[in-house]
């Protein structure tokens, strides 16, 4: 026990775990690759079994992921998605709250991108921001909606978030993209022809397509900006280190960003050539941000520290004092921003609008990338970009001569996430050489 003298209090021995690489540590993270093995061979198998070459088909597969440029960006793009959707339910499983509602406010995420890309007319340095925020908003608050029945009535979020998804389903495509913000015919036009889905959004909600197009000087300008703002902080979190250099450390870091800024601009404002037909975007960077903040989120700050928590044992965490409850409605609000924010990548990035047939499963399957990815933002990020591959390669394979369904792609994931769910016993064979030595 610790020994109090007043109001300070000195405990007498702190436990610090240690941080060496065990055997044990490089099982947990041997376990996700073997089940990734193990689903590829089940595909193999199946592919057998149907009659085709199971080699010749995993190297169609590879080329139509890698084979050009446009097949890179393509899967990049997906890869992107899953990425926000992935941290969508790793998010909630770290706080011990299973979000299959992922889905729904991926939707709700794109019908708002669609509004206000098209109905409010800005320029694109505070457009492309505004949507983020209302998306974001919007997409949040539907995820809180289950945190809140959750915490006050008492609602299983598996249920709400399952119910939600429908709500949403019909709300937005049997309702919104079909009436209110379906595309009107013009009063002039002789013919009329129906357009389905939204109207498309202004050019400046549209994300800048960055190997297809050279920046114009506003583009330009914000890149210098944004290289500027992360070398300083970059800098600064190193300089930060260095104890003489603790309190002046915003002088060097300025110095330093203020240099690379300079030595960027120069190849920046000489940028003027593209590759057309590529769709690439700046997502992938949104992406890559996104898992950043999770990270630092859950390992750096004291709410990420008390949503864990509450995932561990959330009558241990209330005893410690910390407020279940908001961190429940919390990480739902912070779920479902996520998850819009996929969708917003879509409508901003590749389709333009909310398309008539939604392309649905990008929430589902953020439950598989965060299942694969161990729920941790890291894992998440290599997950989403496998899959992201494997679905950017699969429609290679349908062409001749092996003429299988793309759809190929989701027995590969199902069968992870089957062996993912056996990772106790996975986890046991692999242990078991270090247990005969014991």
Known sequence: MPEKSGNSSRVSAVTVPSRRITYERVVDLLVPIVCIILGFLVGMILIAIAGKSPFGAYYALFRGAFGNISNISESLLKAAILIFTGLSVGLAFRCGLFNIGAEGQFMVGAISAAFIGHWVSLPPYLHIPLIFIFSAITSGIWGFIAGWLKVTRGVHEVISTIMLNWVAYYLIQNWLVTGPMSVKPSA???????????PAIYA????????????????????????????????????????????????????LATIITVVFSYFIWQWNYGIPGIRL?????????????????LYRTVVGYEIRACGYNPHAARYAGINVKKRIMLSMFISGALAGLGGVLMVCGTEF??????????????????????????????????????????????????????????????????????????????????????
Do not use: C
């Open 188 to 198: 002039s036009a002789q013919i009329v022809v129906s357009e389905a889905g939204t």
């Open 204 to 255: 400046s909600a549209k994300l800048w397509r960055f190997l297809a197009e050279p920046p114009n000087a506003e583009g330009r300008i914000a890149l210098l900006v944004t290289i500027f703002g992360i070398s300083f902080l970059i800098a600064f979190l190193i300089f930060k280190r260095f104890s003489w250099l603790k309190k002046i450390s915003w002088l060097p870091s300025f110095v």
């Open 281 to 297: 975007n700046i997502a992938v960077f949104f992406a890559l941000a996104a898992v950043v903040l999770v990270f630092w989120l």
């Open 353 to 438: 609008k909310f398309p008539g047939v939604f392309p649905g499963g990008y929430g589902f399957d953020g439950i598989a990338m965060a299942l694969i990815g161990q729920n941790h933002p890291i894992g998440i990020l290599l997950s989403a970009t496998l899959f992201g591959f494997i679905r950017g390669g699969a429609t290679a394979m349908q062409l001749p001569p092996f003429k299988i369904h793309k759809s190929f792609a989701d027995i590969i994931q199902g069968s992870v996430v089957l062996f993912i769910a056996a990772y106790y016993i996975i986890r046991y064979l692999l242990m078991l050489p270090a247990r005969r030595k014991e």
